[in-house]
């Protein structure tokens, strides 16, 4: 059972205009998610996280959205640049993280 | 800050031999540790947490036998895989939480295991 859902497995943007890549989640007691970014043959690397009483996070570049009503969070990157093509995890903390299945982000020159 | 390592970063080794990998954090110190494998073109599974001076907890499905955890220490853990054989070729990740914050782990480089 997918607790955490990042149903789109790729995104393609060109240079300077925003990413917005989504994930879902299942759980309502969920208080805590982050964002991860990943490129092969590496760790992934943290990016941002927003707790649930929040429903905006904002750091340079990045802000992430928590809907709790809907379940649903987004990370919106601006401007998207070259070395944001990666792919990005979201993740919801209990004991453990718990992650999405990644969305591959491509940010076209 | 948040720095965490992993040695070594790849090996090759032989059927049925062990292979031990460490993972550090070098600025932290990490209550809790956890390890991942990662398959191609999938997300991580986690494998085990450790906290310091206690045994592993292992997700199901991980042979504790097989993947042999220990965090002897607030800036060591490492992983055994016993008696590897070529399923067992993947890259595996660690990554560490400390105290300061509770919910964010910071991940290792990772290591790529391949059997032969």
């Known amino acids: 059972d997918q607790q955490v859902k990042q149903n789109s497995p790729s995104l393609s943007v060109q240079e300077g205009r925003i990413s917005i890549l989504n994930c879902d989640y299942t759980?309502?007691?969920?208080?805590?998610f982050l964002w991860y970014k990943k490129y092969p043959a590496e760790g992934p690397t943290f990016l941002i996280s927003?707790?649930?009483?929040?429903d905006k996070n904002e750091d340079g570049r990045f802000t992430v959205f928590l809907n709790k009503s809907a379940k649903h969070l987004s990370l919106h990157i601006v401007p998207s640049q070259p070395g944001d093509s990666a792919v990005y995890f979201c993740?919801?903390?209990?004991?453990?993280?718990?992650f999405g299945q990644g969305t591959t982000l491509q940010v076209k020159p | 800050g948040a720095v965490v390592s992993q040695h070594p970063s790849w090996v090759i080794c032989k059927s049925g031999t062990s292979v031990k990998i460490e993972c550090r954090s070098l600025?932290?110190?990490?209550?809790?540790m956890f390890w991942y494998r990662q398959f191609p073109k999938q997300s991580l599974m986690l494998m085990a947490t450790?906290?310091?001076?206690?045994?592993?907890?292992?997700e199901q499905g991980v042979e504790k036998d097989k993947f042999l955890i220990n965090h002897a220490s607030l800036t060591l853990s490492t992983l055994t895989v016993t008696s590897a054989h070529p399923e067992d070729s993947s890259f595996y990740i660690c990554?560490?939480?400390?105290?300061?914050?509770?919910?964010?782990?910071?991940f290792g480089p990772g290591t790529r295991l391949t059997v032969t």
């Open positions: 990554s560490a939480r400390g105290t300061s914050f509770i919910h964010e782990q910071y």
């Open positions: 759980n309502s007691m969920f208080d805590y």
């Open positions: 927003i707790s649930s009483i929040k």
């Open positions: 993740a919801a903390s209990e004991s453990k993280l718990i």
């Open positions: 600025d932290f110190q990490a209550t809790t």
């Open positions: 450790s906290n310091e001076g206690s045994k592993a907890t292992y």
